[in-house]
Structure formats: structure tokens, C-alpha cells
């Protein structure tokens, strides 16, 4: 009796582990449409799980993940994993690969081993239901210790909420690209240009941007958003909880459609440690900013017992997303000015990139050593030479974020791969990725073409190659390679390049990664802006085995 | 009258089956992701003014403009109505069935038919572009030729100021002109009537947006000695209210 007691307790213990092993990475999701208050009211949403942002997916390092995911909309659906190595037919993609989505009330199973750790993402990859509120965070544990011990860990997805049909928008856009534009220049604007730099400057300066029919307020291409921390707008403050002098590692993961962020906590320094979910060297920075479909996670140390405010304005200022990180519930943190709103230069618009475009008048686009253009240069992934600002002048140039003087702010040459890059070799060739289009008709093309006519890019099975971007375009492009990892080349040595999912291509301006093609597939390529990748910004990469020659 | 209809329907199944072929074209066949997204837009303005206000006769003055498009970056169908009434009755009226292709970044190439319900039923074959000319100007010029072979130009350009975001100050021109005299319609060889106008909008939002409109009208050369003759008034200065709506 006593020993079958006892083998009955085993029999116990190992029915309480059994189904915790088999379902360990087993996720279940149902995409569905729901009401959601957001705003103060309640509006129709696409949610998984009934929740937006979806529920934050955890797994470990090296198990395999099974994710189910039930479609119970009445039009195509899928989710696709951001950043993830995995299978390309698990990518979530459709058209690629052999993926061809979910159905509406099917449910297709998503297998692949979990190969990486870090902060990732998912969202849909069908139409716009992304915009809509298909999107969730994604973190993997890695097998060996986190670097960095932090008691308290956060995940901050950071997201552009709207309560306009998605699909509407880009039709809006489609019948002016200017529609959601409520900063352009006024007459008032005029006048006070006018002031500063003179008649003659502020005439010349409209005079070559109607030259070119190009609006420099053209920061953002949508607006009216609400900006979310977790699902939370301002008002709701999402709040993380501290205890004085504990460490805080906050995974900031940018799941919005269309907007960059500019992130800080005033009164506290950020140590990046990791970028699109890959170790780095810590970087101490004061702010970051971070393109869409990017993550950074940092750690913060919050001595005082107050609340700090997570601060993150878009860069077109249109709002700005706010948590609190507090010593108890219901602090709120003080909220700063918000900045100003910047305006873009002539060299936003890039002298490289103006021979490539057709804008017609183009050819007397000179004199550029005037007024709006002289304090651009060296412009660098969202950090400005904050020495060369004078006091009160306006922001000028994309790049510039208003960063106080003494302040500094995250580049992407202060990343360093904390782990030594297996592939050093020097590339074979170079492939050259135009990004352009045509702003006035809201058409967005990779090399001259929309996505319906794009020639991929073909790599040979191992091949090491070098992508350089190269935007004709005065907006950012946020270039997402699915599948596998580009590093930048950002200076650092060749076995320290950091590895990026997300590569931001400033305005006018040309950056180069490499890359090592070990992924087999199809994979798609596009800019992450879900409206520029609805109106052609998007191709694939297609990885062929082939001969061993081609590999080496 | 008699004679235009035939011909406008012609050109109609003409249009329609270029917009077939279009849609079923080159596309889709191969492959799957060559389909052809298709967008729409549509867009109304109507104002009315009182003559009396600034004219020593008296009259209720209406004036349209209404549009809707279909179709994909590279070419759109579009339908246009415009037109002017006087005291209720139908002083011009015109239908415009248009085929845009992009040809530039900023500028479409148009082609289609348009038919006149007044001042007389005459049917006419359109060539232009519509587009955005250096400095923001918003531009449409088009030659149009009737089944007399009369030949007529029409050049319209305007131009957004704005005050604030939501307060708009558009100026307008419009310029007709023709390369014969054309008894029907009134007019006579040369520039036959110059229209320009201020007017000023209030977005409430992009798709709702009341206007004053001032606008001064002048009938020049041969065509205002027509007029003249008529015994109508050859300039009229008016201050229309209207509503533009947007799709």
C-alpha cells in the first residue's frame, strides 16, 4: 500500500510535468474582430486573443515552438514572426514560400526551432490588418544567463493606434498624399522665416522646394494616431513597477505602422544592450530613436522613490507615447515639453539620390549653400552633432531630434556586436537597393519597381554580399530582410558588426550591411512603413542552393 | 443633338472596353502577385450666389463640379459633371468620360470624350493633361474637338495659400478659347472668356470643407462682342457660398 501510494505520487508528479513539457512554446491564437476603448470609446479592432496588442509570446532558446493560430475573420489572415530564423514556409508571408495564409475559420500550426534569444516581434503580413491591431511582442531566453541581471523586466511595445479603417487610409493617401499632413507650411511660416533668415532666403527656400513639388513638413506620411505603451494611451498610463536602485530592463519593441519614435526617461540613463534582439556592447545614451519593426532594450536604473516618464514622440510630434516606471501604483510621471517638430532640408532630399530622379525641374535645383541646408551634414541614424545647435533655432533636417546639448542619443555606428561574428569574409559583390518612388502619387518602389514587378534578389546559398541602400526619397525607409540578419557597417571591425532585422535608410542618403545568404527560401524584402510596403515598397530575396563555387 | 448621341455612346463602349481590357490585361496571368490594385476617389463642389449683390439684375446663380475615379496607379477611369445654372434654368451642363494615364510623376495624360447637355448638344473628343506644375500648381489643359471639327482649348490652374492648416485660400483661373467661331455656343475665334477667382475654404476635415468663392468673369474678343450683341453683361463679379466635399 505504501509503496503504490508512493508510485501513484510519482505517477502524479509526472502527469503535472508531462503536458508542461509537451506544451512548452504551444500557443494558441485566435485573430478576431472586437470592440477595444482606446480612445475613450469603443471601436472595432482586429485582436488575437481578444487583446491589442496580442498577448507577449515567451519561449526558450532552442525548443520548439508551436503556435496555432485561428482565423475567425471573414477575409485572409497570418501572422509572421519578426525576426525570426526559422523554416521560410513558417515566415508567415503569404505568397512566399509556399504560404499562402490563413483562411478565414481555418487554423494553420506554426512549427519551427527557436534558434536565437532576444526581443522580437509578430504581426500580420496580410493587407493592413497590422495598422489594425494585429501585432504582439515575441521574447526568447536564451539558454546561457542573460548578460545583464535585471529583477524587473518589462516589454514596451510601442504602437500607432487609429481608429480609421486601415484600408481607407491608404486610399486616402492614394487620393492625396498630402491628406494626413496637418503641418505644412502656412503663410504665417512664411513670415516668420522671413524674420530669421531674411525675404531673400525664405523666398528662395520655397521657390526650390515648389521647384520640386516636394513638401519639407513631409515627416510622417499618416496621421492621427494615438500613441500606445502596451495597448495604453497617455491617459491610461501603462505603468512598470520598481523598487529604488533595482535594475530595469525595458524591451522597447516599435510595433507601429508608420510612426519613428523618439524614446527617453528623463532623470534616467539608458544602457542599450541590445538591438533587434541581438547582444551589444552597452551603450549609455540619454534617448534613442527607434524606426519602425526596430527593438532596443535597455536597462535603466531608477534610484529616487518617484514615478519616470518612458517618453516617446513621433517624429512628426503629432502626439507622443507615455508609461510610467513607478515605485507604487498610480504615480504618474511629469511629462515634458513636448519638442519641436522638425523640417526637412535640401539635403534630406540628398544630392546623390536627385540625379535618380525624374522630378522633372531637377536640373536648376542649385545654390544649395543657402539658408534651410548649411547645419546638415554627417547625417547619421537619429543622432544630431548636438554642439553645432544654436540655442532656439528650429530643428532642422530629419535626423535633427531637438536632443538638448550634453545630451546624446543612440547612433547606429555606437552598436557593437557583443558576440564575435562567425562570417567575416568580404563580400563577392554589392547590390545596390534604390529607394524611391513618387511622393505625389503615394507609389513607393525598391530599384524603379512596385512590388507586382520587382525583380527579387537573387543569392547563391552562402554567398556573402553587401546590400547598399541608397534613398532617393526624402522620407526614412525602415528595410526589413526577413529570415535572416544583415549586419551595418557602421565602423566597427569586421567580427563586431551588430546584426539589424530593421536597417533605417535616413532621407537622401546612402548605408550599406552585409549579409551571408545561409538561409534557403524566399524571403520577403520590404520597407516597414505598412502603407510605402501597400503601395510597392516590397520584393523578395531568393536564397537558391546552388553550386559550391558560388558559395565561397 | 440628334447626331451626338449615337457618337457619344460610341465613344463610351469605346471607353469601357479599353477600361476591360485594361483590367483583364497584362496583369494576373502568370502571376499572383501582378494583381492591379484598384482605388477610387470621388469629389464635389457646388456653390450658389445672388447676383444682385454686385449686378443691377437680379439672379440665383449655381455652379458644380463633381468628379469620381477608379482605377490603379497607371491608369484611371474618370467620370466629370460641370456645370451652371441661372435663375433654375440649365445655362451649361457637361459630362466628361476620361481615361488618365500616368505618364510622370506629377503630370496624367487624358483622353476620353465629353459631352454638352447645354448650352447645345454637342459631343466632343478630349486630349489633355491634368497634373501639378512646378511650384504646386494644380493644372488641367485640354483640347477638345467636336464632330464639326471645331476645336476648343480650356487651361485651369489654382493654387492652395494656407492660412492655418484648415483655412485655405485657393486662387483660381480659368481660360476658354477657341480656334473658330462656334454660333451654337456663343462664342467667336480667340480667348473667349477669362475666369478668376479667390476663394477660401475651411477644412473641417480633408472630406468636408465650406467655401466663399469671389469670383470675376469676362468674356473677351470676338466672343464678347457676341455677347455684347446679345445684349448681355460681358463681365459679372460674384461671391458664391458653396461646399466641398471629398470622398
Known sequence: ?552 | MRRAIPKLSLALALLASTGAAWASGPHSKDDPNRETVIFWGAGAEIDGAQFDWFESKAGALVNWYAYVWAGGDDLKFRLEAEGESLDGAVDSSELRALLNWNIADFWDFQAGVRHDFEPAGLTWAVAGFQGLAPYFFETEARLFVNEEADVAFRFEQTYDLLFTQRLILQPHIELNAFAQNIPELGVGAGIADVEVGLQLRYEFTRKFAPYADLVYERKLGETSQITQALGEDVESTTIRLGLRIRL
Open chain 1, 1 to 552: 500500500m505504501r509503496s503504490r501510494f508512493f508510485d501513484f505520487r510519482i505517477l502524479f508528479v509526472a502527469l503535472l510535468a508531462l503536458p508542461h513539457a509537451a506544451l512548452a512554446g504551444e500557443y494558441r491564437l485566435t485573430i478576431d474582430r472586437r470592440d477595444v476603448n482606446v480612445t475613450g470609446r469603443p471601436v472595432s479592432s482586429l485582436t488575437i486573443n481578444g487583446q491589442l496588442p496580442g498577448p507577449t509570446l515567451r519561449f526558450k532558446e532552442g525548443e520548439d515552438a508551436v503556435i496555432h493560430v485561428t482565423n475567425r475573420l471573414d477575409e485572409d489572415a497570418s501572422l509572421h514572426w519578426h525576426g525570426m530564423l526559422l523554416p521560410p514556409e513558417m515566415d508567415g508571408v503569404p505568397g512566399l514560400s509556399g504560404f499562402d495564409g490563413i483562411k478565414p475559420g481555418e487554423t494553420f500550426t506554426y512549427r519551427f526551432k527557436i534558434r536565437q534569444s532576444g526581443t522580437y516581434w509578430y504581426h500580420s503580413h496580410s493587407g493592413t490588418q497590422e495598422q489594425a491591431g494585429l501585432y504582439g511582442a515575441l521574447i526568447i531566453d536564451p539558454i546561457a544567463p542573460e548578460i545583464v541581471k535585471a529583477p524587473r523586466d518589462y516589454v514596451v511595445v510601442l504602437s500607432d493606434f487609429t481608429e480609421e479603417n486601415s484600408d481607407e487610409i491608404l486610399r486616402n493617401l492614394k487620393n492625396d498624399s498630402g491628406y494626413y499632413n496637418r503641418g505644412k507650411r502656412t503663410v504665417g511660416d512664411f513670415f516668420h522665416d522671413v524674420g530669421r533668415d531674411g525675404l531673400g532666403a525664405a523666398l528662395r527656400n520655397r521657390l526650390d522646394w515648389g521647384d520640386m513639388r516636394m513638401d519639407p513638413t513631409d515627416l510622417a506620411d499618416v496621421s492621427g494616431y494615438t500613441f500606445l505603451v502596451n495597448g495604453k494611451s497617455p491617459e491610461r498610463n501603462w505603468t512598470g513597477l520598481f523598487n529604488p536602485g533595482e535594475r530595469v530592463r525595458l524591451r522597447f519593441i516599435n510595433a507601429s505602422a508608420m510612426s519613428y519614435f523618439d524614446v527617453r526617461i528623463p532623470g534616467l540613463k539608458l544602457i542599450v544592450i541590445q538591438a533587434d534582439g541581438q547582444n551589444v556592447e552597452p551603450v549609455p545614451v540619454d534617448e534613442f530613436r527607434i524606426a519602425v519593426a526596430e527593438t532596443y532594450d535597455v536597462i535603466v536604473t531608477p534610484k529616487d522613490d518617484r514615478a519616470y516618464s518612458i517618453i516617446a514622440e513621433p517624429i512628426d510630434r503629432s502626439g507622443y507615447a507615455r508609461g510610467t516606471l513607478a515605485p507604487r501604483d498610480g504615480l504618474s510621471g511629469e511629462i515634458p515639453p513636448m519638442r519641436p517638430r522638425t523640417v526637412l532640408t535640401m539635403s534630406d532630399m540628398g544630392m546623390a539620390g536627385m540625379q535618380g530622379m525624374d522630378h522633372g525641374a531637377m536640373g536648376d535645383m542649385k545654390g544649395m549653400d543657402h539658408g534651410a541646408m548649411d547645419d546638415m551634414k554627417g547625417v547619421d541614424h537619429g543622432a544630431m552633432d548636438e554642439t553645432k545647435k544654436s540655442s532656439g533655432a528650429a530643428p532642422r533636417g530629419w535626423a535633427d531630434a531637438s536632443t538638448p546639448p550634453g545630451m546624446r542619443a543612440l547612433r547606429y555606428a555606437d552598436l557593437k556586436s557583443l558576440e564575435l561574428q562567425k562570417d567575416t569574409r568580404l563580400e563577392k559583390r554589392e547590390i545596390v537597393v534604390r529607394l524611391g518612388g513618387n511622393m505625389e502619387r503615394f507609389i513607393w518602389t525598391i530599384n524603379g519597381r512596385k512590388s507586382g514587378d520587382a525583380e527579387p534578389i537573387e543569392l547563391g546559398y552562402g554567398e556573402r554580399v553587401k546590400l547598399t541602400f541608397v534613398n532617393e526619397s526624402m522620407m526614412a525607409h525602415p528595410m526589413h530582410l526577413h529570415g535572416m540578419f544583415v549586419q551595418l557597417v557602421n565602423g566597427q571591425p569586421a567580427d563586431r558588426l551588430p546584426n539589424k532585422h530593421v536597417v533605417n535608410v535616413a532621407p537622401g542618403s546612402s548605408y550599406s550591411v552585409m549579409m551571408t545568404a545561409n538561409e534557403p527560401g524566399e524571403w520577403a524584402f520590404h520597407c516597414h512603413l505598412l502603407y510605402h510596403m501597400s503601395a510597392g515598397m516590397m520584393t523578395k530575396a531568393v536564397v537558391a542552393r546552388m553550386s559550391a563555387e558560388m558559395a565561397k
